[in-house]
């Protein structure tokens, strides 16, 4: 049986939706599992 090893989450606040967005594809294709909210309030 293999052992996985959880993926580390990251919450990317900003209300610049656009750069909110570069960094979850950023951080998604380094492996992270990324959620993103404009005012932290996810």
């Known amino acids: 049986m293999a052992v996985t090893t ?3 989450w990251v919450l990317v606040v900003d209300d610049n939706s656009r ?3 570069l960094w979850l594809e950023v951080l ?3 492996g992270y599992a990324a959620v993103g909210s404009e005012d932290g309030l996810v």
């Open 28 to 30: 998604e294709e380094a």
């Open 19 to 21: 750069l909110r967005n």
């Open 6 to 8: 959880p993926r580390k």
